[in-house]
């Protein structure tokens, strides 16, 4: 399996495990040794009943009251702790379930069978927040919304496979779609909110606060808000994941990690208005591997901003990242490798390796900013052992890098190998940077650069489509 080889992988491409600039320690991520998740047995089936309509809306009456929350509920409750499935599964024509919020618990995996989606209600009071602000509206604060599925049980799954291969089930958020009774959809609160100030109240799609999750092989469409939030747990693996979101819909993060350990992320195709993956460290965080995964229009391979909790040991092997999303529309925030955060929220981030990264039609090719907001505070960003070994960049928009520590006593420690990039403008500050076979020139108040003894070679770059769902 790919992940149980990266190692081997990184010390084939040239990248010594001895120490690098500035006694700089490389990253070897996930602790674990993750394999190609497995198909449960099933332990009920829950059939649909609706056919899947071209406009990807319902009667007043379905939207109203959802039909499937109890049936599926009911379902998911008697599977707890079997380690089997809850299946949802065709019947002829009938392709479609819609739901309120769901709880996935324990020893159990929900799996949407191919050729099925699971839509998400667009009634915003079914995910209200009891003494919250009202969901579904933008307010002067934000956390009025439950996520559409709620995992909260150690051992669980969603799946989108029963082999492994192929078409797979999907989970549509409906964020584009006016909400029942009103006049917006999610999307048009968000850009109210950014538009005219406050926050919006909107509803993650999968939201994960326990150990040992695993999304497999399965799609992710239009979340209102981030599609994946794991908070506070250690053991996630997703893999064969498919997120397919316009880049116009804004706040929809991909795959976000919260105060997480040994998290593996592999194979996944990304495409949605914010960060692709977001390593965010508001609580302690380490051991994370983001390996062979694609990102499209997306905000980039990003970490932070929460960064107030430390951050070590991540790796991030064989990614691509592309300018324009699945439609072609050009990202808003268009970045590559970024590390960001303020000093309201900064904290120690080191022990970070890129291996092996391809950009195309990136505007910010490396950004390494510990002023990321005017916000400020006592929380100082400091990011250390960074390591950047192959990168190659193509296409660049106007390309650009940034190299910042934030000041001469929490500068940029930063190692740069096998660095080819077809626009080279680079501000930097506060950085000691160590350089071996790169085409950067990078200068600025307080930076020292150093020639180092590197490895390797410049990758070979690859851009896969965007997969056809």
Known sequence: MRVLVLLAAIIAAGVAFSGSAQ?????????????????PAVCATVTSTLPTPASRTFSSTQEATPPDTSRIQTALNSCLATGKAVVLAAAGSDTAFLSGPLKVGGGETLLVSPGVTLFASSNAAQYQVAGKPTCGTVQSSDGGCVSFITVNGSNAAILGTTTGSGTQGRIDGRGDITLHGG???????????????????????ITASANSFTLYDVDLLNSPFFHVAFRDADGFTAWGVRI????????????????????TVTDSFISD?????????????RNITISNDHCYGTHGLSIGSETNGG????????????????????????????????????????????????????KRLLDFDPFYTTATGTKIPSY?????????????????????????????????ENVSLDATATTAQHATIGVFDIDLAPTGT?????????????????FPAFPAL
């Open 183 to 205: 006049t917006e959809s999610w999307y048009q609160l968000a850009l109210d909110a950014k538009n005219n100030g406050g926050d919006q109240n909107n509803s993650t799609l």
């Open 446 to 462: 307080g930076v020292t650069v150093s020639s180092v003894s590197g490895s390797g070679s410049v990758p070979t770059c690859v």
């Open 23 to 39: 006694g700089a320690t490389l990253a070897t991520g996930d602790s674990r040794l993750v394999s190609r998740p497995t198909v």
């Open 311 to 362: 951050l070590t040991n991540v790796l991030m092997t064989d990614d691509t990242v592309q300018g324009t999303d699945s439609s072609g529309t050009r990202s808003s925030d268009d970045n590559g490798i970024r590390i960001k955060s303020d000093s309201s929220r900064g904290g120690t981030v080191n022990q970070i390796t890129y291996v092996n990264t391809c950009l195309t039609g990136i």
């Open 273 to 285: 208005g914010d960060d692709c993956v977001a390593i965010k460290a508001s609580a302690p965080s």
């Open 244 to 263: 397919d979101t316009p880049d116009t819909a804004k706040n929809t993060d991909g795959i976000d990690t919260f105060g997480a350990a040994d998290v």
């Open 384 to 416: 250390t052992d960074i390591v950047v070994n192959g990168v190659k960049s193509v296409s660049s928009v106007s390309g650009t890098s940034v190299l910042d520590g934030h000041d001469s006593t929490h500068p940029l420690g930063l190692t740069l």
